[in-house]
């Protein structure tokens, strides 16, 4: 018999403690199919599969990164022409 890792399945407490999330949200995950789990065929507990965890631990790595964010910053100095329109509407003046 072969051991392949895909095949493995592990309980709800497992999994949650690999995702470092509460069963309940595994449990309400499942519900909203973002991590669908299968049922043990003798007491239909919820088990996942060993691949599918380290999969959807591969997703949430990606696309939790920190965004890069450019900040402008405004000059001081307002030239004296820009200064004396203060009527102007669709200028904003910080």
């Known amino acids: 018999m072969v ?3 895909s095949s493995k399945f592990i309980n709800i407490k497992a ?3 690999m995702l470092g999330v509460s069963p309940l949200t595994l449990r309400n995950w499942d519900k909203r199919k973002k991590l669908i789990a ?3 065929p ?3 507990y919820r088990v996942y599969k060993l691949g599918d965890i380290e999969n959807f631990l591969s997703t949430i790595e990606n696309t939790n990164k920190p965004k890069k964010i450019h900040i402008d910053f405004l000059e ?3 030239p004296e022409s820009d200064a004396d329109n203060s009527g102007d ?3 904003l003046r910080i």
């Open 89 to 91: 509407d669709d200028v």
């Open 15 to 17: 999994a949650a403690r």
């Open 76 to 78: 001081d100095d307002i």
């Open 38 to 40: 299968f049922r043990h």
């Open 42 to 44: 003798i007491n239909n």
């Open 3 to 5: 051991d392949n890792d």
